[in-house]
């Protein structure tokens, strides 16, 4: 394994362990967990391998094959820039569980999740250290927990205050299954995901854009959400039982948001009724009603992501929908098997008449969680 040469290569030892974390596609069920709502993502082929040896004195070295650096050392947390933020802050809000004055490692890291196309490669780099240190450490914490701890690392230690379907996803899916997640009880389920027995496939359409705005407007979101469910005196949005009755209280933006997040709730459970009924085919319909609602009451779509759903649509796609936070990254498409070259050149015209960037298209099917190596 080429990241565990490059680690002994650096620090002169074997690594104590090697674990993978994958990144993830949402089905659907989009910004619904800091809402206390229900999410059902899949995790993907591609994700991070950290190889891991703990310290003892509180220094981490660090070194990614993805970047150009050499091996960075920090002697303190203070001093981490950058992606290795990911890193330092797992380690940080481990703090007193694990032996020492402040927790160190010697790490070394690869991953493949394609950069920028939104499928939450920052928390597979958690959610893989994370693994690792819980595993050397002895720490016996649960899948759930590891999540819990990367997502602390993200809000307190990086600063986005994303909620906890992405870590979830990367430290709880199982291979051939997507993950049906409550975010307020934290129970879960998988949900089998053979799309391939139905003549179908998932399409990831990777826009290759990604808005600097992104992180201000994903925390402007959510406080617009928090905001209306203290307009309407429930805990979170997902409280909501009479729609009509509570827009009738709200106005502007709360109003749209409240609408988004209701009726998403609605669309991830009604999707996982038609995946029960052997109705696979019939979910697209709910995909491409979760993207209008996105672009129209969530307003967090894009001109690429748009024309993304659109063209997928034009060109025989059962459905299609943006996924991940928005305002680029990458949509998701269910196709007819045979109608995959279709679909892309009627997607690669669309973007090539409007000057886009070429998009990028990538076969998603279910992966495992994270594990050992
Ligand atoms: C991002 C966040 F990290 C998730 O927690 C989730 O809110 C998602 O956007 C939107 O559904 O990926």
Redesign the pocket.
Known sequence: MRVVEAFRAAYGASPETVWHAPGRV?LI??????NDGF?LPFAVPWGVTAAVTPRSDGTVRLLSLQSTDGPVTLANHDESTGWTRYVVGVLAMLGDRVPGSAAGADIAIDGDVPQGA?L?SS?ALEVAVASALNDLHGLGMTPMEIALLA?KA?NDFVG?P??????AASALCAEGQALFLDCRSLASRNIPLDLASHGLSMLIIDTQVHHEHAGGE?AKR?AECESAARMLGVPALRDVTDLPAALERLQGDERKRTMHVVTENHRVEALIGLLRAGAVAEIGALLNASHLSLRDQYE?SSPELDVAVEAAVKGGARGARMT???FGGSAIALVPADRLDRVQESVAGAYAERGFQAPRFLPATPARGAHRL
């Open positions: 949402n069920g989009e910004h619904t967990d800091y999410v939104g939450s928390a997502q993200e986005m994303c909620g906890i379907m992405d870590q994903y959510r967090v991940g936070g928005g």
